[in-house]
């Protein structure tokens, strides 16, 4: 009796463990206390490789193209270079930073203007180098996504 009564008790325990920890989502921490998210998820791998994942993510304004996050990120200061945009272990389109001094505005590809004047959202802007240009922001794979986890709003 004893010995079925500890079987049940291990046998709950690890189903309890699995409950909890979510076992269709994979994560690595980046070293940082940032985790890099491997699911289906909408995700951003910041320059200096830290994760503004799913989780982070409050809505998505498509209207706008704006990610509203949950609190204040404060190593989005401190953000240099390119910012790659994700959904799932896919690359949907890398963006550039660029300071709200400099006066060239990027052409054909998205970019971010003065991330660090707010730590709260990430506006992704983009200006087409011809007409005929697809803008990356509307992929079908980041609305769906952003559908799946209730991010979407417009």
């Known amino acids: 009796m004893k010995k079925e009564l500890c079987k049940f008790v291990v046998m709950t325990f690890v189903i309890g463990i699995f409950a909890i920890t979510g076992c269709g989502k994979s994560e690595s921490n980046t ?50 270079g390119t910012v790659s945009v994700y959904v799932g272990d896919e690359k949907i389109y890398e963006l550039s930073i660029h300071s709200a001094i400099c006066s060239h505005i990027p052409m054909g590809q998205p970019y971010i203007w003065d991330i660090t004047s707010n730590e709260e959202k990430v506006c992704i802007l983009f200006n087409p180098s011809n007409e005929q240009q697809v803008d990356p922001r509307s992929d079908k794979r980041i609305i769906e996504a952003l559908k799946k986890n209730h991010l979407y709003r417009e």
């Open 31 to 80: 070293g940082d206390g940032k985790s890099e998210s491997n699911t289906d998820e909408f995700w951003l791998k910041m320059g200096d490789n830290s994760i503004v994942s799913t989780s982070d993510i409050d809505f998505y304004d498509v209207s706008l193209h704006t990610i509203y996050l949950k609190k204040k990120v404060s190593y989005l200061k401190n953000v240099h």
